[in-house]
C-alpha cells in the first residue's frame, strides 16, 4: 500500500502540474484568439469556399491548437456559410461580395441554399461580381446568381448537363472466386447491383434519368432566370460545346466581361467609386465570421437545429456519420428543453442501419408530439435518410434534393472459390446447432438461410412502410407503390406525397416559428461540439497513470479496483481484467 500511495502522489503532482500549464497556454491563446477581427468601411466580402462544404463543421472553441490554426485551415460549414452571407447583408461596412469559386465541392442542394442566399444578398440593394479562370458547371450554377460574371481571357466555363455512371464489379468478383450474397426488398434498390449485374437494370435506368432530368430542369431554370435565357437556349449550349471559352461565354451570353485579375479589380474600385491607388478591402468569410458588431437577436425562445448529417450507424465517433445513440440524445434533450420551441431537422444523409435509424425515428416521433419538428433535406435524405424524416410534422427539400428510396437490401460476401480453388485454403467445423456457422465466409447461402435472410428483410421493409404510412397520411399501399427502394428528386417528391413543400433550411425555419407561433427567436444547434483538447489530454494522462500503477502493483491493484467498484454499486462483473467473446 505504501508503494500504491507513493504512485499516485508522484501521479497527482505530475496532472496537476499539466493542467496548470495547460491552463496557462489556454489563456494566452484563448486572449489572442478572442481578438476582434476589425471590418473596414467600404470591405467586400470574399467567398472562395475551396474546400468541402459540410452541413456543419465540427469545431472546438477551447481547443486552442485549432485557435492558433494549427490543426487545419479555418472552414465553415454550410450552417456558418449562410449566416455570415446574411449577416453581411444588414453589415454597412460590407458593399459587395468578391465570388470566386472555381472547383466547388458541393451537392447541387447545398450549393443551391448558398445560392439563394447570395440572392437574397443581392436582393437587398447590394452587388456580387464573380470572377474565374476556371468556372465548372456546379460553380457556375452558383456564379450565375452575381450581377456581373466575369472570365479570364484563356479561362473557360464547363455547361454540358448531367450524367449518372455507375460502375459494376460482378466480373471482378467473379475472376477473384468472391461471391456476393444479395438479399433485398425492392426492384429499385440499386445500390447492389453493382455485385450483381455488368450494367444498370431497366429499373435503375428509368429512376436515374428521371432524376438527372430533374436535376438538370431546376439548373437552368435557375440559371436561365438570371442570365435571362430559355432552357432550350440553354440546352442548345449544352449540346454545342460543353466547354465555352471566353468568346463563346460572351457570345452565349453566358458571362458578362472578359477581364484579367487586375482588370476585374479595377471593375470592383469603379463600383465602390474609390480611387485606382487605394488598396482594396477584402475579407475573407472564414475571416468575417470571427468579427463582431453583428445584429443578435436577442429573444429568449429558441428553434434547434439538429444535424443529421452522414451514414446512419447504431454507434459511430468517425466525423460525418450519425451515431444514433448521440442524435437520439440530441433530439431528446431539445424536446426537454422548455426554451427549445420547435425544432429542425436537418438531414443530409444516404441512409445506413435500419435498427440505427428506427431508433432516430422513434425520438423524431417523440419530439413531434410535444412541439413542432420541420425535417429539412440537404444533398441526400434516402432511405434510412427519408425513414428519420417521415415522423416530422413537416418535410421541406430543394428540388435538387435526391430523396426516397424506400426499401431495404442485405449484402455480405463469401468467398469459397477464392479460399478453395484459388488459394488452396480448405476449413472445416463443428457446431451445436443448424445454424451455428450462418454467414460464414468459407461457404455461399444454403436455401434455408436465404430464406431466413428474405423473411427478416421483409419485416424491416413492412415497418418502413408503416413509419411512413402513419407519418405522412398515406395508405401501405400507396406507400409501397411509390417504395421499391426507388430515389425521387425533391420536384418529384413533392408531387406523390413525400415532401410538404420545396425550399432551403431558411423556409423550413419559417415554418417552425410559424407553427410555434413566435416571431423573434434565436438558433440553437445539436448535437453539442465534441469536448475540447484539453479534456482528452486530461483523460490520456488519467489513463496512462492508471496504466503505470497498475504494471507496477500488478494483481493488487486490479483487486483494489474491483473492491471499488463495488463499493460504488458498480457491480464487480463492469470491471473484471479481461474479456470473453463466444461466436
Known amino acids: 500500500m505504501k508503494q500504491f500511495l507513493k504512485f499516485t502522489f508522484a501521479s497527482l503532482t505530475a496532472l496537476f502540474l499539466f493542467v496548470f500549464l495547460w491552463f496557462l497556454f489556454f489563456i494566452v491563446v484563448g486572449a489572442a484568439s478572442n481578438k476582434e477581427t476589425r471590418v473596414f468601411n467600404d470591405s467586400v466580402l470574399k467567398l472562395e469556399l475551396n474546400y468541402p462544404i459540410q452541413e456543419r463543421i465540427d469545431t472546438d472553441p477551447s481547443n486552442p491548437f ?79 446568381v452575381a450581377d456581373k460574371v466575369f472570365i479570364n481571357p484563356v479561362g473557360f466555363i ?38 450483381m449485374l455488368e450494367q444498370m437494370s431497366d429499373a435503375n435506368r428509368e429512376q436515374l434519368k428521371k432524376e438527372i432530368d430533374a436535376l438538370w430542369n431546376e439548373l437552368i431554370e435557375k440559371v436561365g432566370e438570371e442570365r435571362e435565357l ?23 451570353h453566358i458571362a458578362d466581361e472578359i477581364a484579367y485579375k487586375d482588370e476585374f479589380l479595377d471593375a470592383i474600385r469603379e463600383e465602390l467609386n474609390i480611387s485606382e491607388n487605394r488598396k482594396l478591402r477584402f475579407i475573407s468569410i472564414e475571416t ?19 444535424y443529421a448529417e452522414g451514414t446512419i450507424y447504431g454507434e459511430s465517433s468517425e ?33 445506413g442501419d435500419a435498427l440505427a435509424s428506427d431508433i432516430i425515428w422513434r425520438e423524431v416521433d417523440l419530439a413531434r408530439q410535444v412541439k413542432p419538428v420541420i425535417a429539412s433535406m440537404g444533398d441526400v435524405a434516402a432511405s434510412g435518410g427519408y425513414y428519420i424524416a417521415a415522423a416530422a410534422d413537416t418535410i421541406v427539400a430543394r428540388p435538387n434534393t435526391i430523396t426516397g428510396s424506400i426499401g431495404v437490401f442485405g449484402l455480405f460476401f463469401t468467398a469459397e472459390e477464392l479460399l478453395n480453388n484459388k488459394l488452396g485454403i480448405t476449413s472445416d467445423n463443428v457446431k451445436t446447432n443448424t ?14 438461410e436465404r430464406e431466413i435472410l428474405q423473411e427478416n428483410i421483409e419485416d424491416v421493409y413492412a415497418t418502413f412502410l408503416s413509419r411512413v404510412s402513419d407519418g405522412r397520411n398515406m395508405s ?54 465534441e469536448k475540447s483538447l484539453l479534456f482528452d489530454a486530461l483523460k490520456s494522462v488519467k489513463e496512462d497513470r492508471e496504466a503505470m500503477i497498475e504494471k507496477e502493483l500488478g494483481q493488487e491493484y486490479i483487486y483494489y479496483k474491483q473492491l471499488k467498484s463495488i463499493i460504488n454499486n458498480k457491480g464487480i462483473l463492469a470491471k473484471m481484467p479481461y474479456e470473453l467473446v463466444i461466436e
Open 66 to 144: 485549432q485557435m492558433l490554426g494549427m490543426l487545419e485551415q479555418n472552414q465553415l460549414g454550410l450552417n456558418e456559410i449562410i449566416k455570415q452571407i446574411n449577416y453581411a447583408k444588414t453589415d454597412d461596412r460590407i458593399k459587395g461580395i468578391y465570388l470566386n469559386v472555381g472547383f466547388l465541392q458541393a451537392g447541387y442542394a447545398t450549393t443551391a441554399e448558398i445560392r439563394d442566399a447570395l440572392k437574397d444578398f443581392k436582393e437587398s440593394g447590394k452587388w456580387i461580381y464573380s470572377y474565374g479562370e476556371i468556372y465548372t458547371q456546379k460553380s457556375y450554377y452558383l456564379a450565375s
Open 230 to 252: 430559355s432552357k432550350t437556349e440553354l440546352n442548345e449550349i449544352a449540346n454545342k460545346k460543353p466547354f465555352l471559352n471566353a468568346k463563346g461565354a460572351i457570345a452565349n
Open 476 to 529: 401501405i399501399a400507396d406507400v409501397d407503390s411509390i417504395g421499391q427502394g426507388r430515389v425521387w428528386s425533391g420536384s418529384d417528391a413533392i408531387k406523390i406525397g413525400l415532401v410538404d413543400e420545396l425550399g432551403g433550411i431558411n423556409r423550413a425555419l419559417e415554418i417552425a416559428a410559424e407553427m410555434a407561433a413566435i416571431e423573434v427567436y434565436k438558433i440553437t444547434e445539436y448535437p453539442k461540439q
Open 288 to 306: 468575417y465570421a470571427t468579427s463582431k458588431g453583428k445584429n443578435i437577436v436577442s429573444s429568449g425562445d429558441y428553434i434547434a437545429i439538429i
Open 158 to 195: 464547363e455547361f454540358k448537363g448531367l450524367n449518372a455512371n455507375v460502375t459494376f464489379y460482378k466480373k471482378a468478383l467473379e475472376k477473384l472466386g468472391v461471391k456476393p450474397e444479395i438479399i433485398r426488398h425492392g426492384k429499385f434498390k440499386s445500390a447492389v447491383e453493382p455485385f
Open 435 to 448: 445454424y451455428a456457422d450462418f454467414g460464414s465466409l468459407n461457404r455461399s447461402l444454403s436455401d434455408a
Open 319 to 351: 466525423s460525418y456519420t450519425i451515431s444514433a445513440e448521440k442524435l437520439s440524445k440530441a433530439i431528446r434533450r431539445a424536446r426537454e428543453s422548455d426554451r427549445v420551441k420547435a425544432i429542425v431537422l436537418r438531414i443530409n444523409s444516404p441512409g
